[in-house]
């Protein structure tokens, strides 16, 4: 993973805007419709080409594929994963629950339009187990070729790729379990068979991100009616299982998302990261990647004023919001960055990022697409005049 040398690197959490064309693909084969297989690898492959195109447009170091050929960023397992079926349901967010206007103005928001609803997702009906690699050995060379291809004939160009992959408790809490005896078990089969899909992506050469929201957004849906303890336990068991998935793995090649619910809500229900941290970081991780622009946890960056808070890691703090239409200007995002950077101490260990991703399920979209693209400008431009700031450069 390349660190901030001679100017503060920007990067963003994975998902973004998909064409509508490759929504109603997605919605189909989610829904257990028949979608030709040649249409849909040709409309991934073109709506990955466009996104590295707009992501190096933009000015951003660390790209992906935009997680174009993934209806969901957890649920497409059911794709490459035995044991999926059925629909299951997914308990609501407690602070939506608590404040019923901000759940019908989310259901108003979210409209009739297609798309794939979480809320929805298959259940764990059989044993677990990863049984069709074609899909990820397909995804990595493909963004192996497109990365090469968008580098010829152009002044852009990017500092290195990720892929991301999703945390088992993740799946595990939004694909119910019909099968196992308990979470725990559960949870251990995700991660053993996710072990195949975080090796394949090192292996190909890309950074792994893996995306935790679990970490911190169960404690108010799974675990919201359940002692913190409870809740600290799950945490527990879900970083020992990407632990045991990550053996062998280099700790400098896997960096770690987590955030609160991507989702526009009143948050007064989330998880302080102080209180799961000291679960958290035992992750092997070489980057924590956190949610810090949002109005919920723009001040939890004072945690890092202590040294051993961070350790070793580089901090890759959301500095542009992902739920709102607010295009925030290049210098209130310098400004984040310094702040953080300042109190890390070493403007080098940061990388600048988002909160989210942008439709983190297909046609699920909370930010207009035009609007994505400002959000992201304004992300490199907001980190060029920090570097200046900070690096001199």
């Known amino acids: 993973m390349r660190q901030s040398t001679d100017r503060i690197l920007t990067t963003h959490a994975g998902s973004l805007p998909r064409p509508q064309s490759l929504i109603a693909l997605h ?13 849909f690898k040709t409309a991934v492959r073109e709506a990955s080409r466009a996104s590295l195109a707009r992501q190096m447009a933009v000015g951003l ?6 997680e174009m050929g ?4 957890f649920t497409y397992v059911q794709h490459r994963m ?21 759940l019908e103005r989310r259901r108003q928001a979210m409209g009739t339009d297609e798309r794939v609803n979480l809320l929805r997702a298959p259940k764990a009906i059989g044993p677990v187990r990863y049984v069709n690699t074609t899909p990820l050995e397909q995804e990595c060379r493909q963004l192996q070729e497109l990365l090469a291809e968008t580098a010829v004939g152009t002044a852009v160009t990017y500092t290195e790729a990720f892929m991301s992959a999703p945390s088992p408790g993740i799946i595990a809490a939004g694909m119910q379990n019909e099968h196992y005896d308990d979470l725990e078990l559960y949870v251990n089969a995700l991660g053993k068979a996710l072990r195949t899909e975080y090796t394949a992506i090192v292996e190909a050469g890309f950074v792994l991100q893996i995306d935790a929201p679990d970490l911190a957004l169960e404690r108010h849906t799974l675990f919201q009616d359940k002692p913190l303890a409870e809740f600290l336990g799950f945490v527990r068991l879900v970083v020992t299982a990407v632990n045991n998935a990550l053996t062998g793995i280099p700790r400098e090649q896997v960096r770690l998302h987590v955030c609160w619910g991507n989702y526009e809500g009143p948050h007064d229900c989330d ?10 970081s035992q992750l092997n991780a070489g980057a924590m990647m956190l949610s810090m622009a949002n109005p919920r946890h723009a001040h939890e960056y004072r945690l890092f004023a202590d040294p051993d808070f961070l350790g070793d890691r580089v901090l890759i703090p959301g500095v542009i919001e ?3 239409n607010y295009i925030e200007h290049p210098e209130v995002v310098a400004d984040r960055i310094e702040r953080i950077a300042n109190t890390v101490g070493d403007p080098h260990r940061i990388i600048a990022g988002t909160d989210c991703g942008f439709e983190t399920a297909a046609g699920s979209k909370m930010v207009v697409e035009d609007v994505v693209w400002a959000k992201l400008r304004s992300l490199t431009e907001g980190a060029a005049i920090a570097s200046h700031r900070l690096m001199g450069n």
């Open 61 to 66: 170091d660390v790209v992906n594929n935009g």
């Open 271 to 280: 998880v302080p990261l102080a209180d799961i941290w000291p679960e958290v």
């Open 322 to 324: 992902t739920t709102t």
């Open 27 to 39: 919605t189909a084969r989610f829904a257990g419709q028949g979608v030709a297989d040649e249409v």
């Open 82 to 102: 035995s044991g999926f079926g059925g629909v299951g349901s997914r308990p609501i967010m407690a602070d939506l629950t608590r404040y019923p206007g901000s």
């Open 70 to 73: 993934r209806e969901s960023f």
